[in-house]
């Protein structure tokens, strides 16, 4: 096992991080940028190292000042945690350089699963169900809306580099093509630089089911069930659940086997999420692979009984898996909350600011994983989610229960949260039947 762990990254994930690395006896190397001196994972680390000022390109986007903490603090390896650095090739290339363990799959496998349409021929040769659409490169928009009219509308054009739900549109018909795909293309060279763009069609309300696996370098591959992710946002999740409520056992084997095969075709090591769409008919299809921790993990946790992130230590380390397929079975329901400091009643304007006071809530059952403290002052640099709530029952209807008690000890003094926005959701009809999709939240009119 490593002596010393260096964690790239910020906020409640890099303090998850830390806590794991704690229990196995691992010593911890935080990184910060001038803006978070005062953060809660830079007093918790056994040492600390600032990597450069507030803008995330020039401290945790950045890989030399990175890669230079590590190698002054000692360290042996490098937790990217997910968002920043998570997901980049070069990055995990780097470190295997410098002879500095990344802990997450190989970059080569980053590499084949980042980019979106290289992904789906991976998956389609593996014989795993694809949405119909065009893996080819796309060279204009003409191009692009021969190909529309081919697949048949409505269609989805997405950034073959993309995540986080940028560079996407949903285009209903042939007139609204040519505008949204250059919106599209631009927005994905903004952020991703890269504007390569694919198509496919699109699936109407579906559901949206993603698997957690785990892989060894030994070739063992297991899933965790899965996560209902369909409460989304401009397909940013706010809710997820686990188990979901729409899967029964003889689907959930076969959903599981396929995300299994998923990670065995690239070769996969670590933990990652195959992420599916679900339709009315209970067809499946592939959306892509995230080859690193989830912000959802926690649920998973909950359900299993199994701490994601030493997995992910271990792994790395060289450690043989120590579950089977066999070995692993549901305990009762668990839900999660992004907590964002946003006001969702005034178009989710994002609401930065110290902190007076916190109540944070407790309790059999309840977790809350954040970095927030009374005086802590939320950057405007970063994201707006400062925390997450997960809860476990023994089965869906007293985890709703223990959710709605939970939000309603939770007193944040000082910024503006979206905190009542998931009681509405939760006293939804849809919500609480579980007849809801990925149509839900945008079909759902807030007012207050």
Partial sequence: MFKKVLIANRGEIAVRVIRACREL??????????????????????????????NSKDSYLNIANILSACVLTGAEAIHPGFGFLSENPRFAKMCEE???KFIGPSWQAIELMGNKARAREIMKKADIPIVPGYEG??????????????????????????????????????????SNYNNAKAEAKANFNDDTMYIEKFIENPKHIEFQILADSFGNVVHLFERDCS????????????????????????????????????????AG????????????????????????????????????VKEQLRIASGEKLSISQDMLTINGHSIECRINAEDPY?????????IESVNIPGGFGVRMDTAIYPGYKIPHCYDSMIGKLIVHGKDRNEAIIKMKRALDEFAIEGVTTNIDYHFDILNDDKFIDGSYDTSFLSNKLVNK
Wanted: glycine residues 6%; aromatic residues 6%.
């Fill in 346 to 354: 005034k178009n989710f304007m994002p609401c930065p600011g110290v």
């Fill in 137 to 178: 490169v796309i060279e204009s928009a003409t191009h692009g809306l021969s190909i529309a009219k081919e697949i048949g509308f409505p269609v989805m054009i997405k950034a073959a580099a993309g995540g986080g739900g940028k560079g996407i549109r949903i285009i209903r018909k042939l007139e609204e093509f040519e």
């Fill in 98 to 100: 410098c002879n500095i």
């Fill in 25 to 54: 006896g691992i010593l911890t190397v935080a990184v910060y940028s001038e803006m978070d001196k005062d953060a809660l994972h830079v007093k918790l680390a056994d040492e600390a190292v600032c990597i450069g000022p507030w």
């Fill in 273 to 308: 999420t195959i992420e599916f769409l679900l339709d009315k008919n209970n067809n499946f299809y592939f959306m892509e692979m995230n080859t690193r921790i989830q912000v959802e993990h926690p649920i998973t946790e909950m359900i299993t009984n199994i701490d994601l």
């Fill in 231 to 270: 409460v989304q946002r401009k397909n940013q999740k706010v809710i997820e659940e686990a188990p979901s409520s729409i899967l029964n056992d003889e689907l959930r084997k076969i959903i599981g086997s396929a995300a299994i095969s998923a990670a065995k075709a690239v070769n996969y090591e670590n």
